[in-house]
């Protein structure tokens, strides 16, 4: 999402989802983004951990904060696809808290592999976040990230 003159404009390329239109009974979304048309494609793990806490109750690793949930300014696209869709958590940041984040940590942490060997395992952020940074990266180019708003829902 964008800011402009005050006001947060969704910049996807939403398209109405016309089986939503024939059948409402089915409840879903009246909107919807096609795969190809996504800022960020990627996801992972520990870029979910990284970024809400989501999925991160085996190794505890810092993140970013908890989820926040849906913003109440948010365009009625991004509302019915949170209230229709698949997702179970929503969060929001401006791509300045992103970027101000310490993207240079690396975690260790102990795990154990099917023989009940333990191992060593490394969290390295910037390496979990890169595909996602540049992604938001694009977009900004070199307008004040603050004006710009990225909403993540997460899905099972």
């Excluded at 795969?35 to 085996?58: E, F, M, S």
């Excluded at 209230?83 to 929503?90: F, L, Q, Y």
């Excluded at 333990?118 to 390295?124: A, G, N, P, R």
């Excluded at 938001?136 to 909403?151: A, G």
Aim: aromatic share 16%; with cysteine; proline share 3%.
């Amino acid at each position: 999402m964008l800011k402009q003159n005050g006001v947060w404009t969704s910049i996807d390329n939403w398209k109405k989802n016309e089986y939503a239109v024939l059948y409402p009974e089915r409840k879903e979304s009246l909107w919807y983004i096609d795969w190809g048309d996504l800022v960020y494609k990627g996801g992972g793990y520990d870029l979910h951990a990284i970024l809400a806490n989501q999925r991160n109750t085996y190794i505890s690793i810092p993140y970013i904060s908890d989820p926040k949930g849906l913003p109440n300014d948010v365009s009625e696209q991004i509302r019915q696809e949170f209230e229709c869709g698949e997702s179970h958590t929503c969060t929001w940041f401006t791509f300045d808290e992103i970027f101000k984040f310490n993207w240079d940590q690396k975690i260790e942490y102990e795990d154990y592999t099917m023989d009940n060997e333990l191992v060593i395992d490394v969290v390295d952020y910037r390496e979990s976040g890169e595909e996602f940074l540049q992604a938001l990266e694009r977009l900004v180019h070199r307008e004040d990230p603050s004006n710009f708003r990225v909403i993540i829902m997460f899905h099972n």
